[in-house]
């Protein structure tokens, strides 16, 4: 069973950069068929799809994210970071790690963690 656990700062400064880390046990990120990502969802909105890493390392972004977005990974740690730059209150949201399964069709969520944005 994999599980997603997200780190990061709760308060991020307007133009700067938000940077979240996932620490995935249960699994291995450069397991077959799985991705891992970030979904975000901002107060009174649903859930937007921010962008994944599969487990080969490619990768893949949301369109209206994607100039600012870049995941990365840390295959050491079995880690994967977001960073999402020039930053807005906007960007205020809870953010979720993600993981899913392509093989047998399961997603794996983290609890989320709030990021605010403001000076």
């Known amino acids: 069973q994999v599980q997603l656990q997200e780190s990061g700062p709760g308060l991020v400064k307007p133009s700067q950069t938000l940077s979240l880390t996932c620490t995935v046990s249960?699994?291995?990120?450069?397991?077959?068929?799985?991705?891992y990502g970030w979904i975000r969802q901002s107060p009174g909105k649903g859930l937007e799809w921010m962008g994944a890493i599969a487990y080969s390392g490619t990768t893949y972004y949301g369109p209206s994210l994607k100039s600012r977005t870049s995941i990365l990974r840390d295959t050491s740690k079995n880690q994967f970071t977001l960073q999402l730059s020039s930053v807005t209150p906007e960007d205020t949201a809870v953010y979720y790690c993600?993981?899913?399964?392509?093989?047998?069709?399961?997603?794996?969520w983290g609890k989320g963690t709030l990021v605010t944005v403001s000076s």
């Open positions: 249960g699994g291995s990120i450069t397991t077959n068929y799985y991705y």
């Open positions: 993600h993981s899913k399964d392509r093989h047998y069709g399961m997603d794996y």
